[in-house]
Every structure is written in structure tokens, then in C-alpha cells.
């Protein structure tokens, strides 16, 4: 499946939150499945930095070809409103690692 990592980023730490999303996201690869970590563009943003809205929609056109979003803990605007936009499409919505395993079961 195409699993759509969703969780802080700016946040607390966001070196933290970049390394948990990229760490998820091998979890995810090692299972069988083929993430998408929108965190990795903040090595994009490093280099051309561009405005919070224009990375949303990008990560929106994105989530909307996954199968489901592995939302992470914490709190997070953008993660809350990319829930809301898998829920309005239909895509599952998984917290954990083994509910990512059970879904694809």
C-alpha cells in the first residue's frame, strides 16, 4: 500500500519530528509498503524555501494517491488537516504501526 506518513514538523524539534517521520517511514518500507514522508522536503526547503501553503498543497495532491495515512503522535495543524482530508476521501486513517499491519492483513 501507499502509506502517507502524517505528523509534526514544526512543532517542537524539528530535526525530532523529521527523523520520526523518516524513521516511520522505513517501518512502513520494511512491512512491505511504499511510503511517502512529506517531511523529507525540508531538505527541499533548506535550499528554496518556500511558504507553508504551497507545501500543503503539495503534500495534499500527494496524500490523495496513498491508500492510507499513518497519522504520528503530536500535535500538529497541518497532520490534523491532512486527517481530515483522507477522511473526506475514504483513505483509512492508521496511529500505529501494527493498525498499518492489520489493515493490509
Same mark, same amino acid.
Given at each position: 500500500? %501507499? ?7 514544526? *512543532?517542537?524539534?524539528?530535526? @525530532? *519530528? @523529521? %527523523? ?6 522505513? %517501518? ?31 503534500? /495534499? =495532491?500527494? &496524500?490523495? &494517491?496513498?491508500?492510507?495515512?499513518? %497519522? ?8 490534523? =488537516?491532512? @486527517? /481530515? ?7 483509512? @486513517? ?7 499491519? =492489520?489493515?493490509?492483513?
Amino acid at each position: 500500500m %501507499r502509506v502517507y506518513i502524517a505528523g509534526p514538523y514544526t *512543532n517542537g524539534d524539528v530535526a @525530532v *519530528n @523529521v %527523523r520520526g517521520a523518516i524513521t516511520a517511514g522505513q %517501518r512502513a518500507l520494511e512491512a512491505g509498503h511504499t511510503p511517502f514522508v512529506p517531511h523529507l522536503t525540508h531538505f527541499w526547503h533548506l535550499l528554496f524555501p518556500q511558504g507553508w501553503d504551497l507545501w500543503m498543497a503539495m503534500d /495534499k =495532491e500527494w &496524500l490523495a &494517491l496513498c491508500d492510507v495515512v499513518w %497519522r504520528l503522535p503530536g500535535r500538529s495543524d497541518g497532520a490534523d =488537516e491532512e @486527517v /481530515k482530508l483522507a477522511e473526506s476521501l475514504g483513505i483509512p @486513517v492508521v496511529h500505529t504501526i501494527s493498525e498499518l499491519t =492489520e489493515l493490509h492483513d
